[in-house]
């Protein structure tokens, strides 16, 4: 891939990263709290409404998990579109320190946490998001 290939896959990888920023922070209330039941449901598989968001504490760590990761995704867009043109492989290798700094943590505290079938997602996730970002860019 080239750089502006790359740059339209950073673009997808912060859309993918900040779209999950809305859907959690609906865990916030317990009123509109379904699309961030509905996901961690999933992420907790098997699918069996065992999640909820009652607790205060799960409604404040919706809020900040859903804060993060609307910024993440809103970061990776800025340096997709107004950094890589500029030092495409610096901006290309801290993405991916990024996504594999998540994938480290999340897994290994899902596994600790009882939740280890998230890490299964999470490989699947992390091929998803840095797809053809393992490799720098060719000249184009």
Known sequence: MNETQHRRWLKFTAFAVAIFGPIFATGTMESIAAPARWSLDILAWPID?????????????????????????????????RVHRHAPEPVRQAVLAGLLGWFLLDSTGSIASGQPINALFNVAVLLILVGPLWLPAKEA
Do not use: E, K, N
């Open 49 to 81: 409404g065992a999640q909820d968001f009652a607790a205060p504490t799960t409604r404040f760590l919706s809020a900040l998990t859903g804060g993060f990761l609307l910024g993440w995704g809103v970061m990776i867009w800025f340096l997709a579109t």
